[in-house]
């Protein structure tokens, strides 16, 4: 059965729980980049994505982050065929970070803290039965969405906790709901990509881009292989180093 896209919660409701998400329970993070620094991720994650963008980066020699809904092994959804145990063992074999993006793929902006625990334990338990028993370190909120409860019960089990408000982190900014910039919206925000890249470029950060699906009629939260192809062509032409979250993140650190 193919799987409809859920829609977060909208009106004041939605704006206000945003906005409580930003402002409580943060950790500034202490970075003084030298260098512009980009992270690739990859959230649910579609195989479209493993197909079409893993190549790009390898070609490259990059690693990404892919965040995994475990809960959604062998299914498809809206944005298509999603991933496969073996797609995880081949990211692994090549030195990509498989990241946690809770089992179910909920609205963590609106889970009690019983159910938060409960979606972790989840997915790392059905990750290691799929082959994937290494340490999880990155999170990413389903949807982008989150909680200062959210944040509190996540903050000591990852390093990194990623949103999808826009921008290029630096010092300041929060490590329990950091940044990232969407590959997708068509040639608008593709373009918005690039403004990030270039502005990186001029002024060093930490830009983490996150993609779904990526194929040749997207969905509004994806991305053609020629537009990631554009963004990966850019990104490699701006001098930057790229590396999976993790790694980006303790590069960047300062204590």
Not at 45 to 64: C, D, H, I, Q, T
Not at 115 to 135: F, K, P, T
Not at 157 to 171: A, D
Request: proline share 6%; charged share 25%.
């Amino acid at each position: 059965m193919t799987q409809q896209a859920y829609i977060p919660a909208r009106g004041l409701r939605g704006k206000f729980g945003r906005l409580a998400a930003r402002l409580f329970e943060r950790d500034p993070i202490r970075i003084a980049p030298d260098r512009f620094v980009v992270s690739f991720t990859f959230d649910d994650f579609p195989r479209s994505a493993v197909e079409n963008g893993l190549p790009e980066l390898e070609k490259r020699g990059w690693r990404g982050t892919w965040y995994a809904a475990a809960g959604f092994a062998g299914q498809r959804n809206h944005h298509g065929a999603l991933l496969e145990p073996d797609d995880l063992a081949q990211l692994a074999r090549s030195g990509h970070e498989i990241g946690c993006h809770t089992h179910n793929h909920i609205d963590l902006g609106q889970a009690p803290a019983d159910r938060v625990y409960q979606e972790i334990d989840d997915n790392r338990i059905s990750l290691a039965n799929m082959g994937h028993a290494q340490s999880l370190t990155a999170f990413a909120y389903p949807y982008g969405e989150s909680s200062p409860r959210t944040k509190r019960v996540l903050s000591g089990q990852f390093e990194t906790l990623r949103g999808v408000r826009p921008g290029i982190n630096r010092s300041g900014d929060d490590r329990h709901l950091l940044k990232s910039v969407g590959i997708d919206g068509g040639p608008e925000g593709i373009q918005r990509v690039l403004d990030f890249i270039a502005e990186g470029r001029e002024t060093p950060g930490w830009l983490i881009l996150y993609a779904h699906d990526i194929q040749d009629k997207p969905t509004e939260w994806g991305c053609t292989p020629a537009d990631f192809r554009r963004v990966c062509e850019v990104v490699d032409d701006s001098g930057a180093s790229v590396l999976p979250v993790t790694d980006a993140y303790r590069s960047l650190v300062r204590s």
